[in-house]
């Protein structure tokens, strides 16, 4: 460990730690060449954003749904910004869909002012479980969408050269791990 610092290396454990709740779907998703294909990826990880809704909704522990939360809302940080900054761009310019592109910004900001409000929220209150339940149904018409009409016109419209956003994501989440806070 001579050439990691003791925070970069704090840093490390702790982006782990974060992934973790995404890390068994991310693990089925590797391409031969050992890059991740970024819209399999994604569609793993929206499982598991789906599973973690579930399991808030179905506790009854205040501080397990807030500590469910907190995982879902860290987890979804590095998704997001997947999403946002290399398959949103493709999907307005090379899918020719910037209007679904707009919708999908549109939606995944609400859905972070929600998560937001969730965490603020009493968590043994009947209203937040209203909150989860109309997060998750939010989430599910965005995850829809996303799989079944905007991923695959990226798909379609890159063909071979989605190996170029696979590399993309690659270097989006070494550099996250290693950056946190960047
Ligand atoms: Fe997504």
Redesign the pocket.
Known sequence: MNHITRRSATALISAAAVLAPFAKAGAQTQLPNGAPDVLAL?EAE?KAALGLLDQIIASSDAQQRASLLRKLGDALTI?NAN?ENIVYPAIRDAAHKADDAAMLYHQQDDAKVVIAQLMLAPKDDASFTDGVKKLRAALADH?HQ?ETVDFPAVRTALGPKLAQLNTMTAQLRAHWVTNPSA
């Open positions: 994604l929206h998704h999403e995850i996303e």
